[in-house]
């Protein structure tokens, strides 16, 4: 069970995180992460490409703040490697006070958001910062307001000062221990369900689609690691169920063809070695998978390629071809692409 806690600026989040270290629960405090992660070798250089210059504090506060547009190209660098670095911190728990926003949220199972009246936050700002109520009414409002992260939360904590945190952390604790055992002893809808898998260019394996962020998708990985991770508008991602493959009459969807390895294979991993079978070997076995191939405009490498993206369904237990990788209405790749 992952957790994110949410809350803007002021709302005091980092000193819930504190008390509940009390319970033996360690945050990962995505602001901390970001800066540490900006500093490496690789971060930097992606940035120093995209801004331009050396990527110092006030060069990148300059491009930042010139057009929304900049801040999304840092964040879609950024981002991403907090992400991963979450990931494989072993947390199970994330504080961000963009959970929605940066898309966070897709990466725990249920969202706390601490929350306070706002002129409790305007001069606990002011205080903590020494700055000037105007500036820091220009923070928060850069974030998204209280009600609507609200809405979206499951669980709120008040921090107002005046209500005794002790007790909500421990009936918070509770109902997720609760929530967590009702949200894995449902039983699995009788019907199947539909799953989009993708491909992403530049990136090994296949990935199961989990949802659709507002300038992203996040995937999950199908290895035994299922790693999540955001893929943007820049990443060429296919949809299997996208995909066919060319015959002498008419083209094959991929899922058919995947259905007569099944058959071939008795629901097993593909007998042949697609990184050492030669050529001939390669079209052999092919054929017995879909004897009218083109042997013009398929390649070995397609061929290889399909064997491979088998084996890792097969591996995945996803089985059930042309009724599970059928893309989810509202979630495939062209619904993605007019959207953008």
């Known amino acids: 069970m992952k957790v994110g806690i949410a809350g803007g600026i002021g709302s005091g989040k980092s000193y819930v995180c ?7 629960i360690d945050v990962y405090d995505c602001d901390s992460a970001a800066k540490r992660l900006m500093c490496s070798a690789e971060i930097q250089s992606q940035l120093e490409q995209l801004i331009g210059c050396r990527p110092d504090k006030q060069a990148l506060t300059r491009f930042l703040l ?6 999304h190209a840092i964040n879609a660098i950024v981002h991403p490697a907090v992400f991963r670095d979450f990931e494989e911190s072993g947390k199970e728990w994330l504080e ?26 305007i001069l606990r700002i002011m205080q903590r910062d020494g700055i000037t109520r105007e500036k820091a009414l220009d923070w928060m409002r850069r974030q998204w307001p209280q009600d609507k992260v609200r809405q979206l939360a499951d669980f709120e904590i008040v ?16 109902q997720l221990t609760l929530r967590n055992h009702q949200k894995t002893t449902i039983p699995k809808n009788k019907t199947t369900m539909q799953q989009t898998i993708l491909a992403i260019s530049g990136k090994p394996g296949l990935y199961k689609l989990i949802t659709r962020g507002k300038n992203n998708l996040i995937v999950e990985s199908l290895d035994a690691s299922h790693r999540r991770m955001p893929a943007f508008a ?8 996208d995909i ?5 009459t008419e083209d094959v969807p991929l899922m058919t063809i ?4 099944k058959k071939l294979e008795d629901g097993k991993k593909a007998s042949i070695d697609f990184k050492k079978a030669s050529a001939n070997e390669l079209h052999e076995y092919f054929t017995k998978v879909l004897p009218e191939w083109d042997r013009d405009r398929v390649k070995n490498s397609h061929i290889q390629k399909l064997i491979q993206w088998y084996n890792i369904l097969i591996e995945a237990g996803i089985t059930d071809f042309e009724e599970e990788m059928k893309p989810t209405e509202g979630d495939n790749i062209d619904d993605r692409k007019e959207q953008e």
Do not use: K
Not at 258 to 261: P, Q
């Open 66 to 71: 010139a057009s929304d547009d900049n801040a």
């Open 258 to 261: 995947l259905e007569n390895m």
């Open 159 to 174: 921090n107002d000062g005046q209500a005794d945190l002790d007790p909500q952390i421990d009936r918070l604790l509770t």
């Open 234 to 241: 820049t990443d060429r991602i296919t949809s299997l169920a």
């Open 244 to 248: 066919a493959m060319y015959t002498e």
């Open 96 to 121: 961000s006070g963009i959970m929605y926003e940066s898309g966070a949220n897709h990466y725990v199972d249920f969202v706390v958001v601490v929350t306070a009246p706002e002129e409790v936050r």
């Open 18 to 24: 504190r008390r509940l270290s009390n319970h033996g």
